[in-house]
């Protein structure tokens, strides 16, 4: 899967995501609404709590901060949704 432009997390996508009709490849450029710097997507936790590395005072900070969550995320696959949400 190739990474598409940065994506702005309006409303509408993050319902989206929730939703499981839009899926994210990890370390997909987004964009918060409220900030100036973009994310990296993470992943939807089962929980349905959204999880992306937001800019935190430096681009080191950012790539050590996404890369804990990334490894999270792959010690524990079956805590994130990978395809479509099931309906609850």
Known sequence: MRY???ITLTNDVLDRLREGTLILQVGQWVRTEWS???SRW???KRSGVLWASHYSGGDRQ?????EAMAAVRRADPAGFYTSPLPSV
């Not at 950012?62 to 996404?66: D, S, Y």
């Open 42 to 44: 993470v992943g939807t």
């Open 4 to 6: 598409q432009p940065t």
């Open 62 to 66: 950012q790539r050590e901060q996404f």
């Open 36 to 38: 100036r710097h973009p």
